[in-house]
């Protein structure tokens, strides 16, 4: 039977020599991600059925990163319960203070994810993990609960949407615009559980982190998970961040999808998602007139290092306009603190702007960057949906990080060019 790149690595998780679109079926995890909001209810899940123990502590990762430092007394009690549970099961891939990162960024980072893996997490976002062509998605604390104590997982095998990339991206075309444009053409549910399988020659010249934050976003189009194909960027990837051994799965020639969309990267231009849904999108020369009033970048999307360097390249120079808050937060420790040695962190201080210590902090409403009633940000984050970072009439435009350095530098949602 012919399969889709996922149902082949779910097959393979299951023991089974195929699946197909719908089975249901339980597959062996590679990984059990939890994160300071959402681990505490999975912990408590596992103490309610008598749980004494996790399957594997080193195929557990906990990393405290939404509220952390933790910013009032609920989150400081979050993350005890979280660091309590890591001390007593002994949890290899605990990540606290002073170690974390924003948890998706953090995980192939450190080597955690490789191709072929099956991860679940108790966090939306989880399909990151796709650009490593592993299947990765996320899940409520109940079945994370279930998963750290049984090392297993039931899944609906999903269906495909094939996207075949072709040509090369124009400067300042990001992965971020791609699958902006993508969300924007099918709608928020026009992937509605099933794969976001990409593919073709376009592939080739998007980098490692554009793979990761265009997998980050499937699930902003109803994905059940995004996925690459494993190349020689992605083996190089590996290389460099683990030790663990990968497996490679191809789709087979001829295997079924619901719909196929071709894409000419060449013909993109950076491209803006209005509120309040990541479908609504514009390309900058749609914009028209918009003040703003705060910037955002960093998060599990557009924390990385080449989004820094993005940030960076538009901000150096220039100044962060009077009245306007520009906020940057490195997605892990070792982003930071190669932003410092390549003076990145210099350049965004001195155009006016903030450096935060890395958290989730304000793409989620948390902190570090809420907004008040009418206020207008210009944020690299996921998610636009009403009062996703405040006040409920406040308004968030989602951009690439040199749309957003731009607009902090014009006070207004400007491409690039506007300000080079």
Same mark, same amino acid.
């Given at each position: 039977?012919?399969?889709?790149?996922?149902?082949?690595?779910?097959?393979? #998780? $299951? =023991?089974?020599?195929?699946? +197909? *679109?719908?089975?249901?079926?339980?597959?062996?995890?590679?990984? %059990? @991600?939890?994160?300071?909001?959402?681990?505490?209810?999975?912990?408590?899940?596992?103490?309610?059925?008598?749980?004494?123990?996790?399957?594997?502590?080193?195929?557990?990762?906990?990393?405290?990163?939404?509220?952390?430092?933790?910013?009032?007394?609920?989150?400081?009690?979050?993350?005890?319960?979280?660091?309590?549970?890591?001390?007593?099961?002994?949890?290899?891939?605990?990540?606290?203070?002073?170690?974390?990162?924003?948890?998706?960024?953090?995980?192939?980072?450190?080597?955690?994810?490789?191709?072929?893996?099956?991860?679940?997490?108790?966090?939306?976002?989880?399909?990151?993990?796709?650009?490593?062509?592993?299947?990765?998605?996320?899940?409520?604390?109940?079945?994370? #609960? $279930? =998963?750290?104590?049984?090392? +297993? *997982?039931?899944?609906?095998?999903?269906?495909?949407?094939?996207? %075949? @990339?072709?040509?090369?991206?124009?400067?300042?075309?990001?992965?971020?615009?791609?699958?902006?444009?993508?969300?924007?053409?099918?709608?928020?549910?026009?992937?509605?559980?099933?794969?976001?399988?990409?593919?073709?020659?376009?592939?080739?010249?998007?980098?490692?982190?554009?793979?990761?934050?265009?997998?980050?976003?499937?699930?902003?189009?109803?994905?059940?998970?995004?996925?690459?194909?494993?190349?020689?960027?992605?083996?190089?990837?590996?290389?460099?961040?683990?030790?663990?051994?990968?497996?490679?799965?191809?789709?087979?020639?001829?295997?079924?999808?619901?719909?196929?969309?071709?894409?000419?990267?060449?013909?993109?231009?950076?491209?803006?998602?209005?509120?309040?849904?990541?479908?609504?999108?514009?390309?900058?020369?749609?914009?028209?007139?918009?003040?703003?009033?705060?910037? %955002?970048?960093?998060?599990?999307?557009?924390?990385?290092?080449?989004?820094?360097?993005?940030?960076?390249?538009?901000?150096?120079?220039?100044?962060?306009?009077?009245?306007?808050?520009?906020?940057?937060?490195?997605?892990?420790?070792?982003?930071?603190?190669?932003?410092?040695?390549?003076?990145?962190?210099?350049?965004?201080?001195?155009?006016?702007?903030?450096?935060?210590?890395?958290?989730?902090?304000?793409?989620?409403?948390?902190?570090?960057?809420?907004?008040?009633?009418?206020?207008?940000?210009?944020?690299?984050?996921?998610?636009?949906?009403?009062?996703?970072?405040?006040?409920?009439?406040?308004?968030?435009?989602?951009?690439?990080?040199?749309?957003?350095?731009?607009?902090?530098?014009?006070?207004?949602?400007?491409?690039?060019?506007?300000?080079?």
């Amino acid at each position: 039977m012919a399969m889709t790149m996922t149902q082949k690595i779910l097959a393979a #998780a $299951a =023991g089974l020599e195929s699946v +197909k *679109a719908g089975q249901l079926i339980e597959a062996d995890l590679s990984l %059990v @991600l939890g994160n300071d909001i959402t681990s505490p209810v999975a912990i408590h899940e596992m103490e309610r059925f008598d749980q004494k123990g996790v399957f594997d502590k080193d195929k557990i990762a906990l990393v405290l990163d939404h509220f952390v430092p933790n910013k009032d007394i609920k989150s400081a009690e979050h993350c005890k319960c979280v660091r309590q549970f890591a001390c007593a099961h002994e949890i290899t891939n605990f990540f606290d203070v002073g170690e974390m990162g924003i948890e998706h960024a953090l995980l192939p980072e450190k080597g955690l994810v490789v191709a072929g893996d099956v991860v679940i997490g108790a966090d939306s976002h989880t399909c990151t993990y796709g650009a490593l062509g592993a299947f990765s998605t996320g899940v409520g604390s109940t079945d994370m #609960a $279930a =998963g750290m104590a049984t090392g +297993k *997982a039931w899944f609906k095998v999903p269906s495909a949407i094939r996207f %075949v @990339l072709t040509g090369k991206p124009a400067p300042f075309v990001t992965g971020k615009d791609i699958i902006l444009h993508i969300i924007g053409m099918i709608g928020v549910d026009g992937a509605l559980y099933q794969s976001m399988e990409f593919v073709g020659d376009g592939i080739a010249h998007l980098s490692m982190d554009d793979r990761l934050c265009i997998a980050n976003m499937a699930i902003e189009a109803g994905g059940k998970n995004g996925i690459f194909p494993v190349d020689e960027k992605t083996i190089a990837y590996m290389e460099e961040h683990s030790i663990r051994p990968y497996r490679v799965f191809e789709a087979d020639p001829d295997a079924e999808y619901t719909a196929e969309y071709t894409i000419d990267l060449s013909t993109l231009r950076p491209t803006v998602s209005f509120p309040h849904l990541p479908e609504n999108t514009h390309t900058i020369d749609e914009v028209g007139e918009i003040e703003i009033d705060q910037v %955002v970048i960093g998060s599990c999307t557009n924390g990385r290092m080449e989004d820094l360097r993005a940030a960076a390249q538009i901000l150096k120079g220039k100044k962060v306009k009077k009245g306007l808050r520009c906020i940057v937060i490195p997605a892990t420790q070792k982003i930071y603190l190669q932003a410092i040695e390549e003076g990145l962190v210099q350049t965004f201080i001195q155009a006016g702007a903030i450096v935060s210590t890395p958290t989730c902090g304000p793409c989620l409403g948390g902190y570090m960057g809420i907004l008040a009633a009418g206020e207008r940000c210009v944020s690299t984050t996921n998610r636009n949906f009403v009062g996703r970072m405040g006040h409920v009439t406040s308004e968030i435009y989602l951009a690439s990080p040199y749309v957003a350095a731009a607009s902090a530098v014009t006070g207004k949602i400007s491409g690039p060019e506007s300000v080079m």
